[in-house]
């Protein structure tokens, strides 16, 4: 698993660091969480992990049809 880091620039005004900060940790995180658990669910994930990548439009198709996202569809289209 890879892990990215996120540079913020200190000299951006706090109006602007604050915004990304929601982003991030408030209406992003919950959604990617979600996406990596039911990537993981998904049958074929074990053949994905060894190709090294899912199939072209996997996200987009859970987005739209799996029923488990609930309130958290909506968050695919911001």
């Keep these: 698993m890879s892990i990215i880091t996120i540079h913020c620039d200190l000299t951006a005004p706090e109006a602007t660091r604050r915004q990304l900060w929601e982003l991030m940790a408030e209406k992003n995180t919950p ?15 074990d053949v994905w992990c060894q190709k090294g990548y899912p199939p072209l439009g996997l996200v ?4 739209h049809h799996d029923t488990k996202f609930g309130m958290m569809t909506s968050m695919c289209h911001q």
Excluded: G, Y
């Design 31 to 45: 959604l990617i969480n979600e996406l990596l658990r039911l990537v993981a669910e998904e049958k074929d994930f």
């Design 60 to 63: 987009t198709t859970i987005c």
